[in-house]
């Protein structure tokens, strides 16, 4: 002992012991936090691709998939559809450009610039209007594609803007075919 009346020794001990219990609670409430600020299950999922089964969609029917959060439109257009989109002028279009991820920025909104070549039939593309990001319904419209009925605008059998206020086609995501019946949408 020394001269105060007071162990050394046991106060060491209590000094240490008190610290490394502190120290456990000071990690112990940590963890939780950090664990807070990590992106959720929900998170990481809306940035991962999205495989897509298409061999059940027939000819003029489409499904909705849901990719980062949006509804993307995945089409089986009819021959005639197909036609109809290739057929309009260029100069008749609000939107000149293809809006295709997949293709270079400047690349013209031609219906083969809206679609894979050889897969022509097949359309794939975010469902959401440009202006204020609604959906639009599709086959309505006065071209057969999709008509917004909060704004009305119309898009043909190919997405693009022909008619109403929206200023752009609707956006094609990065995209590709996996196998003849499934896609996967990337980011």
């Not at 002992?1 to 502190?22: E, H, K, P, Y």
């Not at 299950?41 to 969609?57: E, L, M, T, W, Y």
């Not at 002028?89 to 997949?102: G, I, M, Q, S, T």
């Not at 094609?172 to 980011?187: A, G, N, V």
Request: glycine share 10%; hydrophobic share 40%; with cysteine.
């Amino acid at each position: 002992m020394s001269n105060d009346g007071v162990n050394a020794g046991r106060r060491r001990f209590l000094v240490a012991a008190t610290s490394v219990v502190g120290a456990a609670g000071a990690v112990g409430a940590a963890v939780p936090f950090v664990g807070a600020w990590l992106p959720s299950a929900r998170a990481k999922a809306a940035g991962a691709p999205v495989k897509v089964n298409i061999s059940k969609i027939q000819p003029g029917e489409q499904m909705v998939a849901d990719w980062r959060g949006k509804p993307v439109f995945i089409r089986n257009r009819t021959p005639e559809e197909v036609e109809a989109a290739k057929a309009v002028p260029l100069a008749e279009l609000k939107d000149p450009v293809a809006r295709n991820a997949n293709l270079p920025a400047d690349a013209q909104a031609t219906d083969g610039d809206r679609a894979v070549a050889g897969k022509e039939n097949w359309l794939v593309m975010v469902g959401v209007c440009t202006p204020p990001g609604c959906v639009p319904l599709g086959q309505q419209g006065d071209f057969g594609g999709w008509c917004c009925p909060c704004h009305g605008s119309h898009y043909d059998t190919s997405g693009r803007i022909r008619q109403g206020p929206a200023p752009k086609n609707l956006a094609i995501p990065k995209y590709e075919y996996s196998s003849p019946s499934m896609i996967k949408i990337s980011l």
